[in-house]
């Protein structure tokens, strides 16, 4: 690299001098038979500093190899082969956790006819579509931004504090709009207990049979991999034990695989891929982070909220 060419913040000649040699010069002192000093010379500067004394900090050395040899003995949990087991922890880390970031990407063809009832079809493409924001859980409060570039560039957010929603985006009209209630939406963002109480009933059946996959790598290190295979049938059982309903799902199916931390037990990745039976599929990843982490998700602020029409 030239000597011109630095990186941000660091000192001028930080890296551009030459290698610096030690040079030992003996005591010449009676009695002296050790290195007394080391000379280190750069460029045209010299300093001089004490040799280190013989032994001097062995006992913090000793004490420092004692820690990583007592490190190195701890037993290794060990790991779990039963992937309803696996689930099931899961399930319990985030029903305990205060709360939680998610970021998604969505991906595919969605046919809005069966979503909202109509009888044309019409595709709408989701290449793009993505989200991210926090879950706080134990104040059911959630923050959700969004981005939709195939519907004119769409981006907004989604709050919910409490019972209540807001929606803001470049679509609808100024201000924050307070929708009316949770209900607004098929199921509550910042509460998804309700949902993991219907998952949990689920995998009891012993129908539903999960699969555990070889571990493998992951966001926050190594996982177990479960893979579920929901047909339309268990899907729509699932969604009947939970509260709200979801347009569109009466006749889709769901390949879901699912990461979770071998050391935390917590769900690090999912991939969910949706198949709607009407020549459209729909692919979502998933990521989770930051669990328990502290996290302010405030309303928003009064002079801005309307309760007008959501167009323009």
Not at 289 to 303: R, Y
Request: charged share 20%; with cysteine.
């Amino acid at each position: 690299m030239p000597a011109h060419d630095k990186s941000p913040g660091q000192r001028p000649g930080l890296f551009d001098s030459a290698v610096v040699r030690p040079r030992h010069s003996v005591d010449a002192r009676p009695g002296g038979t050790h290195p007394a000093r080391v000379e280190e010379q750069a460029g045209s500067g010299s300093r001089r500093r004490r040799a280190p004394v013989p032994g001097r900090g062995r006992p913090f050395r000793t004490a420092f190899a004692l820690v990583l040899a007592l490190a190195a003995c701890s037993p290794t949990p060990p790991p779990i082969s039963d992937p309803r087991e696996i689930l099931r922890l899961a399930v319990e880390h985030l029903r305990a956790a205060p709360s939680v970031h998610i970021e998604g990407v969505i991906d595919g063809q969605l046919d809005l006819a069966p979503v909202f009832g109509g009888t044309r079809s019409s595709a709408l493409s989701l290449t793009g579509t993505r989200f991210e924001g926090d879950l706080a859980m134990a104040a059911n409060r959630a923050a959700i931004r969004f981005e939709v570039p195939a519907v004119l560039g769409l981006t907004g957010e989604l709050r919910q504090i409490g019972d209540e929603m807001y929606l803001t985006s470049t679509l609808t009209s100024r201000g924050w709009h307070h929708l009316t209630g949770a209900g607004a939406l098929p199921f509550e963002i910042g509460r998804p207990v309700s949902w993991l109480d219907a998952l949990t009933a689920w995998l009891d059946r012993p129908a539903n049979v999960p699969t555990r996959l070889d571990d493998a790598s992951c966001r926050s290190g190594t996982c177990y991999v479960v893979r579920l295979s929901v047909s339309a049938e268990q899907l729509a059982g699932l969604a009947s034990a939970a509260p709200g309903s979801i347009p569109g799902l009466a006749e889709a199916s769901l390949m879901l695989e699912l990461r979770v931390d071998r050391a935390t037990l917590g769900l690090s990745e999912a991939t969910v891929g949706i198949d709607l039976r009407s020549a459209t599929s729909i692919s979502l990843a998933l990521r989770f982070s930051s669990w328990g982490a502290p996290v302010t998700i405030e309303p928003p602020p009064a002079g801005e909220v309307v309760e007008g029409p959501l167009l323009p």
